[in-house]
Every structure is written in structure tokens, then in C-alpha cells.
């Protein structure tokens, strides 16, 4: 890479990339192990803002402010994710930051994370790692009446495993909350919500990706995810109940013809049952590269009309009343 330096203008040549992060989320005293830049012109070149490890000084802190984007080099993403990391707490019981902000770089947070674990699904750190994201999301929950419909909205609307993932565990939470499940019992609902699809990471990679609907074979194989995921959680060291029943029971249906284990009725535990619910409607409102997505409208009455001997109705109805009263 060949820097030019002009007037302490930086401008980085070739194929060197940045990426925009939050810039709000900087605060004074704040020390970041990679660069800050700013874009700069009407070709948006990038100067250095600030050099790494060098604290935020109350001017550069202004001059964040008055930019709309901050940059970093593309290839220091994962040094600002660890940054994000350790701060995330502090973000979602920072009640000066407005929750629409906060729930996005939680989002996102929660992205990077579960991106990794789909990488590499039998990493011990898994388990701390998913308590932390779903311990964030519980907190912003109870920290602010607003924090629901804002975590909604900012679900992702393109499918992706790990993006699915999220949405289901935010959903969930969310219709939890709802259904006033008592903390404790929100965090094991979430984490049983996050890690339901984590089996997906044991079945071929051109099934999962695949752009396009499955074959009978491919969703043959497709069919394990439940039950990979099961034991990818025992031997991960995950021993509650509701948790494990979460994750291999969330495709199986009330009329006995859902798999794996084609359990009936009352043998689908509570938190099967959410995420099951869950799962399908965000499988309904995300688009895929073969079908568009469904409204929020629409995907719950494709459920009310059609999967009256699959799902749980009753809880069906406190999903619709929960989304009215947070007003998606
Ligand atoms: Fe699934």
C-alpha cells in the first residue's frame, strides 16, 4: 500500500478498504488499537483522524461529531469487534444513548458473534460468548419500554443462518417478555432461541447456501440440523432441559409429523414451541434468493390460515398481540 501524505491528509491509495463504524459509540478517553479515519472531498478520501492507540481528546471528539462517517481499515474490523466487545455492557445500560442506536450495535454485535460460531461451532467460548449476547439483549429488554419494537425493527430482512439466528432469539425474547417469563427463564429461552440452527453448521455448506429451493434429498440431510444442533450443545457442556428441548425440537409439529424426533401435542416443551413459531415466521418475512419476503401481515396470517396442526395457536395469538402492542 503506498500512502501519500499531503497537508496531513492521508490519502490511501490502491485497493486498501475501510468500513464505516457507529462513530456515536466513541466517547472521550476511549483508545482504539487501529486508525481512525474520516472521508473527506466529494470522493470521499480518507484522512487520518486519529492514530492508534491515542485517546479520544475532547476536540476529536467534536470533530467526530461533526463528520457523518467514521472509518476504519477493513482488515482492523476484528480488533474494533473485540473493542465493541468489551464495551457492549456499558452500552446497553447507558441510558444517554438513544435505544434505536443501542440496539443496532447490539445487533451487530451479536452478528459478528454468531458468524464465528457458525465457523467453528464446537469452540468451548461458544457458551460464554452466546450467555453474553442474550444477557445484553435481556438487559436493553428490561432497560427500556421501547427497546422491543426497536430490536425488531432492526431484524435483518435478507436471510443468512447467523442473521436468522439473531432475529429468532430477538423474537423470542421478545414474545417472552410478552408472556412475562421471569429473567432467568428469558435468558435460557434466549440462548436455546440463538443456538437452535447451530446444527445447520454440520450439514453441507452447499445445502445451507444453497440459492434455491432444496431437493427431497438435500432436505433430507437438512432435516439433521436438529439433532446436530442437540449435540453440538451437550458436548458444549449445555445441560438444561428446556434449553437442549429448544434446539432439537424446534421443526417438530403439533400433529406428530415434524422431525426428528416426530413428537405430538403436549410432548413439544414451551420453548420448542416459541421458537418453533418464531423460526417460521422469520423464515416467512426474510427473502431469500428464491422468494420474496412476506409482511409482517401477511406471514402471521399464512400461519393463522394454514398451520392450525403445526403450531401452538395460543401462542400464536400472544405473537400477533405482542407485534400490535409494540405497533411493526
Ligand atoms: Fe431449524
Known amino acids: 500500500m503506498k500512502r501519500i501524505r499531503i497537508q496531513n491528509v492521508i490519502t490511501e491509495t490502491d485497493s486498501q478498504n475501510y468500513t464505516a463504524i457507529e462513530k456515536w459509540i466513541l466517547d472521550i478517553g476511549d483508545m482504539l488499537e487501529c486508525d481512525l479515519f474520516i472521508g473527506i472531498g466529494f470522493r470521499n478520501d480518507k484522512e487520518l483522524l486519529l492514530e ?17 462517517h467514521l472509518y476504519i481499515r477493513e482488515e482492523d474490523l476484528p480488533i474494533y469487534n473485540l473493542f465493541i466487545d468489551q464495551i457492549i455492557q456499558a452500552v446497553a445500560q447507558n441510558t444517554k444513548i438513544a435505544i434505536t442506536k443501542k440496539a443496532a450495535v447490539i445487533y451487530r454485535q451479536a452478528s459478528v458473534i454468531l458468524d464465528e460460531m457458525f465457523s467453528n461451532p464446537e469452540e468451548l467460548e461458544n457458551v460464554p ?25 432492526i431484524t435483518a430482512y435478507d436471510y443468512y443462518t447467523h442473521t436468522h439466528s439473531i432475529n429468532v432469539c430477538v423474537y423470542a425474547l421478545s414474545l417472552g417478555s410478552y408472556l ?25 455448506h452447499a445445502i445451507t447456501n444453497k440459492n434455491g429451493r432444496l431437493t427431497y434429498d438435500e432436505y433430507e440431510k437438512m432435516k439433521h440440523h436438529p439433532s446436530y444442533g442437540y449435540a453440538i ?16 425440537h424446534h421443526h417438530e409439529k403439533l400433529d406428530g409429523s415434524g422431525y426428528p ?5 403436549e410432548q413439544i416443551t414451551l420453548f420448542a414451541r416459541i421458537i418453533g ?3 417460521v415466521f422469520d423464515a416467512l418475512s426474510t427473502k431469500r434468493s428464491y422468494k420474496d419476503r412476506l409482511s409482517s401481515y401477511d406471514a402471521l396470517h399464512l400461519i393463522k390460515e394454514t398451520m392450525k396442526n403445526h403450531l401452538d395457536m395460543s401462542i400464536v395469538d400472544d405473537f400477533i398481540k405482542m407485534q400490535r402492542h409494540e405497533e411493526f
Open 52 to 68: 492508534k492507540n491515542h485517546p479520544i481528546t475532547p476536540p476529536i471528539k467534536e470533530r467526530i461529531e461533526q463528520v457523518r
Open 180 to 204: 412475562r417469563l421471569k429473567a432467568d427463564v428469558l435468558e435460557e429461552l434466549g440462548m436455546s432461541a440463538l443456538l437452535h440452527d447451530l446444527g445447520k453448521s454440520k450439514v453441507d
Open 129 to 153: 460468548k452466546s450467555k453474553k449476547v442474550v444477557n445484553t439483549f435481556v438487559n436493553t429488554i428490561f432497560s427500556d419500554a421501547h427497546a422491543i419494537e426497536s430490536l425488531i425493527k
Open 261 to 265: 424426533d416426530g413428537l405430538h401435542g
Open 233 to 248: 450443545a451437550v458436548k458444549l457442556g449445555i445441560s438444561d432441559r428446556r434449553v437442549l428441548d429448544g434446539i432439537r
Open 277 to 279: 413459531i418464531c423460526d
